[in-house]
């Protein structure tokens, strides 16, 4: 096998986890519940994923959905968020608002609730993108924290500094500002 020391791509891994929520009710794509002394949801939900390219312009970024049952049973958005994936390679952790969409008027939110049918996105890249977001009605809705954890490969082979790489560099970094 030959190594090339000019790359074509730069690698980055991030292993992490959706960690849990505050503020959220409930959740379906691992179900949770609080207990009667916290307000926090746990749901340690692992992420494992590799990204390949040449450019980290418009970066991947995290979307989060979270449904839980209404009063009736029926399956309804209690939140949406994003963020955008570190790629400084260690240890991070996102804590990302979360956001409803609310209806404009008032016999709107009556019939929604009535009839199980709440505002949500079709398309979750909405929750990624600012477009078109302006005209949307949202009401916060708690919060999800993630934890990351980043490893990278070739990425100042393609030009881009993410910062020291070891121990020793930050620490002869340091040193040079002390001088």
């Known amino acids: 096998m030959e190594t090339s020391s000019n790359p074509s791509v730069f690698l980055l891994t991030v292993n992490g986890q959706i ?67 570190p790629f400084t390679p260690g240890q991070h952790t996102r804590t990302i608002p979360m956001f409803v969409p609310e209806p404009t008027w008032r016999l709107q939110k009556f019939t929604g609730w009535l009839l199980g049918r709440r505002p949500e996105y079709t398309d979750p890249k909405v929750v990624a993108q600012g477009e078109g977001r302006e005209v949307t009605r949202v009401r916060s809705q708690g919060f999800v924290t993630v934890s990351f954890h980043i490893m990278t490969k070739d990425m100042k082979k393609m030009g881009y500094d993410t910062g020291p790489s070891s121990p020793s560099a930050v620490q002869s970094e340091a040193q040079s500002y002390v001088k």
């Not at 449904?67 to 994003?82: E, I, K, Q, S, T």
């Open 19 to 85: 960690e849990g929520a505050n503020g959220l009710e409930e959740g379906i794509t691992q179900i949770t519940s609080k207990s009667t002394q916290s307000h926090r949801l746990i749901w340690n939900f692992p992420l494992e994923i590799t990204f390949k390219s040449t450019n980290p312009s418009g970066w991947p970024q995290l979307v989060v959905s979270v449904y839980g049952p209404d009063v009736f049973g029926n399956d309804v958005v209690r939140g949406y968020g994003a963020t955008h994936i």
